[in-house]
């Protein structure tokens, strides 16, 4: 892909990508509002439970896709992956409906893992989207995989549309009879099965069409340890979810004080948390398939450039995040949800915005260039240390214990992927001054706002909030800028081509 078009594909995902998730987090706040943080909590915890059954189903099937089919757009002239998709499609819905056979028959002794059993009820109701959900996703990886990133991103809009639609008819009171929990979890499963009929519409329109299937170990052995892997990695989510409450239960909390913090965690720290990614996760789709077509042809200096250009570009955003979640977390989140405690994990939170956006691109990294074992040992690796800590330091650290856990994992994963990268192009990554100079810049601009905000706030609390988290965001990329670590010509430059005479 030429730069240019690079360019623009950066761009029209990035755009797309801040766009779905404004829109996602100020419904939100408008969720956190008008159901409380105990009733959010206990979606969460249905959620999670939906998404493991969903790692369970997909897997690695999508990235096992996106990556064969970019690596035979470069090496043949193939068709387009459609008997790959056509495959990937039979794995994951016949693997979707031995999740639902299983869950349902599990629901009963649902209660030994969920610790508030109000949640059951709303995981029933959610269950059949598995089928849609698994459909969807596997088709966003051939969107992936063949460079349709507008498809790509304009689904996952339409996908955020159709939710808020839904879940504010069904929890406003606008239709009688339903309203809050339940309306909730109707409105996921009514707005999924929607979202799978226009992705459809969009693939058919993109000349796409369902053929027999090809060879299933094709696609099964590549992405069996992604699918293990991903399944460990959202055991993420589920201590957050079902195993931390049960500890802070144990350390002296009640059932709907410990929900009421997954509410918070879950449904309003975390939202701001992974707010970069937002730019993160669009670097990282737009560069997959070019680390996988520089892998295919075995350009490994181009493939370096891609990935530490890529950790650089994402680190240096999240550090601008970190600077106003860290000097402003609870005074964001009194704005916001009206809530201070989220704040005041969100301030102390804020530290793994250091690692998050280099594990992100690394993994992507792997998985781009056929890494899918190593990868899965790193995260199994990671994914038992968090476990032991979500298990053992809830009853002594309180909610803390989900900031230890997180950064067991992503120290684990960062350093295991970095280790295998390094032997892969045989040559270092160059993470360490990044991370340094972004240290530095975030503490400094930390300093400013909560200068700012403290003078200010005499005057008026929301105009000292917007100033001094818009003065020190601006002064971090400055400095950035300055400092020569914001440099998009590196990441976004193809290797030239030197033509034999």
Not at 237 to 261: C, H, K, Q, R
Not at 266 to 281: E, H, R, V
Not at 322 to 331: C, D, F, K, Q
Not at 458 to 483: D, E, Q, T
Request: charged content about 15%.
């Amino acid at each position: 892909m030429s730069k240019s078009n690079l360019l623009k594909s950066l761009l029209t995902v990035t755009g797309f990508s801040i766009l779905t998730r404004s829109l996602a987090f100020v419904f939100k706040i408008y969720l956190s509002r008008t159901l409380g943080a105990e009733t959010l909590g206990l979606y969460q915890m249905a959620l999670t439970v939906f998404f493991l059954f969903i790692a369970l189903s997909t897997g690695g099937i999508s990235t096992v896709l996106s990556r064969k089919i970019a690596e035979m757009n470069v090496t043949s002239t193939g068709d387009s992956g459609l008997k790959l998709l056509s495959t990937s499609l039979i794995i994951g819905v016949g693997a979707s409906l031995v999740c639902i056979l299983v869950a349902y028959l599990a629901l009963p002794y649902m209660g030994f893992i969920i610790s508030d059993e109000r949640a059951i009820p709303l995981l029933k109701i959610m269950l059949p989207a598995l089928i849609s959900t698994t459909f969807y996703i596997i088709i966003r990886g051939w969107f992936w995989g063949n460079k349709h990133f507008f498809d790509f991103s304009l689904s996952e809009f339409i996908e955020e549309i159709l939710r808020i639609i839904f879940t504010f008819l069904f929890v406003s009171g606008l239709i009688h009879g339903l309203s809050g929990d339940k309306g909730v979890a109707l409105a996921f499963l009514i707005s999924d099965l929607l979202v799978m009929v226009v992705i459809i519409v969009m693939f058919l329109r993109r000349n796409g069409r369902f053929t027999r299937c090809g060879s299933f170990m094709e696609i099964l052995k590549p992405a069996t340890p992604l699918t293990i892997m991903k399944i460990f990695g959202s055991f993420a989510g589920t201590a957050v979810a079902l195993i931390i409450p049960s500890g802070l239960i144990a350390g002296g909390m009640t059932i709907a004080e410990a929900t009421a913090s997954v509410g918070r965690i879950s449904g309003m720290a975390n939202p701001l948390l992974f707010a970069p990614n937002a730019i993160i996760t669009s670097l990282a789709i737009v560069l997959i398939p070019e680390m996988s077509a520089s892998n295919a042809k075995a350009e490994v200096g181009e493939l370096k450039k891609q990935i530490s250009g890529g950790i650089s570009a994402s680190l240096i955003i999240s550090g601008g995040f970190m600077v106003v979640y860290m000097a402003l977390g609870r005074e964001l989140t009194a704005f916001l949800y009206n809530d201070i405690p989220s704040g005041i994990y969100l301030e102390k939170a804020s530290i793994v915005l250091l690692l998050m956006p280099i594990n992100h691109i690394l993994a992507s990294s792997m998985n781009s260039i056929g890494k899918e074992k190593e990868n899965f040992i790193t995260y199994a690796l990671g994914t038992a240390l968090m476990l032991v800590a979500s298990v053992f330091l809830p009853k002594h650290l309180g909610v803390d214990s989900v900031i230890v856990s997180d950064l067991l994992f992503l120290g684990t994963v960062v350093l295991g992927n970095s280790y295998f990268l390094r032997k892969h192009i045989k040559s270092s990554l160059g993470i360490l001054k990044p991370i340094i100079m972004v240290i530095i810049l975030s503490f400094s601009c930390t300093s400013l706002a909560h200068f700012t905000e403290g003078i200010l706030s005499r005057i008026n609390g929301v105009f000292a909030l917007i100033f001094s988290a818009g003065i020190s965001f601006i002064a971090y990329f400055v400095l950035a800028y300055f400092l020569g670590l914001i440099d998009l010509k590196a990441l976004l430059r193809k290797k030239k081509i030197k033509n034999c005479a």
